[in-house]
């Protein structure tokens, strides 16, 4: 049976009468490219990502797109329009075959005004969300296209299990969608690869790309900063 109640977001939320809420809410599948939101459209409903992933795209005032986050199972959008009602900002596009649960605004409205901990959880993922445009604002302003593309593998690189020190970006994104990521062309973003790869800072494996001295990027990170202060 499709319930709010396994939706990790909704976990705790014992205050909830999720019968109720279910009645209100679709459930909708979506194929791989599949667009689920475009830019400017009007509609208002939060969607939350029960299996697949979709990736979410800015456009640029010149009309370039930039890939603001790839968004997994699990995980939730479209909370800004249901709070202030305006335009959407952004495209969501389905990466992969992805159900979603589609909750109309008022209804998740209505969640956060009778759950405290629903209302905690949103008020969290906003903030932690501004944190991390701020940072990508700072980095866009004061970085070249190189350190921008080593804060962008730290971001997405987590620990390498049985390698201390190490980090793996698994899979690893092609060279376009690094560049769409960092706001540059592919052919830059492969001379970067490379010049990495001679340095001994990162190597390619099956499945993954490994950052074999992350220290070493956030030092480089780090010292370009200051001196773009």
């Given at each position: 049976?499709?319930?709010?109640?396994?939706?990790?977001?909704?976990?705790?939320?014992?205050?909830?009468?999720?019968?109720?809420?279910?009645?209100?809410?679709?459930?909708?599948?979506?194929d791989?490219?599949?667009?689920?939101?475009?830019?400017?459209?009007?509609?208002?409903e939060?969607?939350?990502?029960?299996?697949?992933?979709?990736?979410?795209?800015?456009?640029?005032?010149?009309?370039k797109?930039?890939?603001?986050?790839?968004i997994?199972?699990?995980?939730?959008?479209?909370?800004?329009?249901?709070?202030?009602?305006?335009?959407?900002?952004?495209?969501?596009t389905?990466?992969?075959?992805?159900?979603?649960?589609?909750?109309?605004?008022?209804?998740?409205r209505?969640?956060?005004?009778?759950?405290?901990?629903?209302?905690?959880?949103?008020?969290?993922?906003?903030?932690?969300?501004?944190?991390?445009?701020?940072?990508r604002?700072?980095?866009?302003?004061?970085?070249?296209?190189?350190?921008?593309?080593?804060?962008?593998?730290?971001?997405?690189?987590?620990?390498?299990?049985?390698?201390p020190?190490?980090?793996?970006?698994?899979?690893?994104?092609?060279?376009?969608?690094?560049?769409?990521?960092?706001?540059c062309?592919?052919?830059?973003?492969?001379?970067?690869?490379?010049?990495?790869?001679?340095?001994?800072l990162?190597?390619?494996?099956?499945?993954?790309?490994?950052?074999?001295?992350?220290?070493?990027?956030?030092?480089?990170?780090?010292?370009?900063?200051?001196?773009?202060?």
């Open positions: 049976m499709q319930t709010l109640a396994q939706i990790p977001f909704f976990k705790d939320a014992g205050e909830l009468d999720f019968a109720k809420f279910d009645r209100r809410c679709a459930w909708k599948r979506y791989e490219g599949e667009i689920v939101i475009d830019y400017e459209d009007d509609s208002t939060v969607y939350f990502i029960i299996s697949g992933d979709v990736r979410i795209l800015i456009r640029t005032a010149a009309g797109e930039i890939i603001l986050a790839d997994k199972a699990g995980q939730f959008f479209g909370e800004l329009a249901a709070i202030d009602g305006l335009k959407r900002t952004a495209n969501v389905a990466l992969t075959r992805a159900e979603l649960c589609i909750m109309p605004a008022a209804t998740f209505d969640i956060l005004f009778q759950s405290s901990t629903c209302c905690d959880k949103v008020l969290r993922l906003l903030a932690r969300r501004v944190r991390e445009l701020d940072g604002l700072a980095e866009h302003t004061v970085l070249d296209l190189r350190h921008r593309l080593y804060a962008e593998l730290l971001r997405l690189s987590v620990p390498r299990a049985g390698h020190g190490e980090r793996v970006v698994s899979p690893p994104p092609y060279h376009h969608v690094f560049a769409a990521r960092i706001g062309r592919r052919e830059q973003v492969t001379r970067e690869f490379t010049t990495m790869s001679g340095e001994g990162v190597e390619k494996t099956r499945g993954g790309l490994v950052l074999l001295k992350p220290g070493v990027l956030e030092a480089r990170i780090a010292a370009a900063l200051r001196s773009g202060d």
